[in-house]
């Protein structure tokens, strides 16, 4: 009698039909079909050989059952355990017919859309229409390899593309595959096998040294987003956050605001075309509270009172959305445009060109090099982990032990 297989073997039983009935009569042993247990009958003395095996689950969650048949049961057996060997390659888990643009379109809309933001969705989006599709979108995903993902990388490394475009491919990739071996579309995930072109250290951005601060403002002073760029340079609030701020979180009489929201540009999903959007904050450390000093407060006090003229000047053609910094008729500012003031306010001070995350770096800067605890920075700045804080400021947090180590003279000689 064949020794029984386990489970996740598979079956292999051989098949013979009753030529008096029709029936059709299995067994693992041979020995047992020598009648027709219907009509009695014998039957005949060849059959032929059946392997079955569950070699995962289809996009809907069902079982993808397969059989393979031979006419000894050796070849049956060799049928099988090359199949299930495919399978725990992941290769044969996933219907035939399944390509991996299919399954990218599963994935995007079932398990993506509605959690993601809208900037990091639109990403997604790109690189899958501009890089995956074109390259493996017609591809089974069953059929996907290490050496298929890898051959993607490196040759939109050699087309010019960054090494941070190319590891966000890598990025939607892994993360498809990932939810495929979830749902028993494939066994193991191939992008875990590929390596993506590492990032090269970003150019740290430097700060604003405090007689370029001060000439920044006095250049700033007078101009309509003025009030913009001075809370930014006194609190650390990114451009999306300044940009997203609502009088609803601000508390002139308490003297703090609270970060809830960004303003973002970020292409429509229907349309393709880009449109302000309004996003939850990255994380959760990014919802904070943070405190304002005399002359800000005074400042959004001078700015509102401003904002409320204008609302009676434009009467109904003012579309009031609760922003503090807007337009002259109450709408969002887009961001390439605050970007745009912020430069010309540089270029009239004699400044070189800065990103405007270099008022936010100056901030922490300034914070770090008074003697302030990094943790205060850390939480001020709504960075998730204080490493991170730790890591950018490094330098900045060396210098401040050096002072620290030199004051140690004034009161300690040896």
Not at 285 to 293: A, G, M
Not at 332 to 354: D, M, T, Y
Not at 391 to 410: H, I, N, P, Q, W
Request: hydrophobic fraction near 40%; charged fraction near 30%; proline fraction near 5%.
């Amino acid at each position: 009698m064949p020794k029984r297989r386990g489970n996740g073997e598979g079956t292999i039983v051989l098949r013979k039909t009753c030529k008096a009935c029709g029936k059709v009569a299995c067994s693992s042993d041979p020995k047992k079909l020598k009648a027709c247990r219907h009509c009695g009958a014998a039957l005949p003395k060849e059959g032929i050989w059946e392997a079955r095996a569950s070699l995962g689950y289809d996009a809907d969650g069902r079982p993808v059952r397969k059989s393979f048949y031979a006419r000894t049961r050796e070849e049956a057996v060799k049928k099988l355990t090359q199949a299930l060997h495919q399978a725990s390659l992941g290769v044969l888990t996933a219907p035939a017919r399944l390509t991996l643009g299919e399954w990218l379109a599963t994935w995007l809309e079932t398990y993506k859309k509605g959690k993601l933001r809208p900037t990091t969705l639109a990403n997604y989006e790109t690189v899958i229409r501009a890089y995956i599709l074109p390259s493996l979108g017609s591809v089974p995903l069953r059929s996907v390899t290490p050496a298929s993902l890898q051959a993607l990388y490196n040759s939109l490394s050699a087309r010019g593309l960054s090494a941070r475009t190319v590891r966000l491919v890598h990025v939607v990739l892994n993360a498809c595959l990932k939810q495929a071996v979830k749902n028993g579309l494939l066994v193991r995930n191939p992008a875990e096998a590929t390596e993506p072109p590492k990032l090269k250290r970003r150019v740290p951005v430097r700060p604003l040294a405090r007689e370029e601060v001060e000439a920044f403002l006095k250049a700033a002073r007078g101009e309509r987003l003025y009030p913009a760029f001075a809370l930014a340079l006194k609190t650390g609030l990114r451009r999306g956050e300044v940009l997203g701020l609502k009088w609803e979180d601000v508390d002139l009489e308490r003297g703090v605001l609270r970060v809830r929201r960004s303003l973002v540009e970020a292409k429509d999903p229907e349309t393709g075309k880009v449109r302000l959007v309004f996003q939850e904050p990255k994380t959760e450390k990014s919802r904070r509270t943070v405190p304002l000093t005399r002359d800000v407060v005074a400042l959004l006090k001078s700015h509102k009172a401003r904002q409320n003229e204008e609302k009676l000047y434009f009467g109904e053609a003012y579309e009031d959305n609760g922003l503090v910094f807007c337009t002259e008729l109450g709408k969002p500012i887009w961001p390439r445009n605050f970007l745009r003031a912020f430069h010309s306010v540089l270029k009239k001070a004699g400044l070189e060109r800065h990103r405007f995350h270099a008022l936010r770096h100056t901030f922490a800067t300034l914070l770090l090099a008074s003697g302030e605890e990094l943790k205060n920075v850390q939480e001020l700045l709504g960075h998730e982990r204080i490493s991170t804080t730790a890591d950018v400021y490094a330098e900045v947090l060396e210098d401040a032990k050096k002072k620290a180590v030199t004051r140690l003279d004034a009161f300690l000689k040896v």
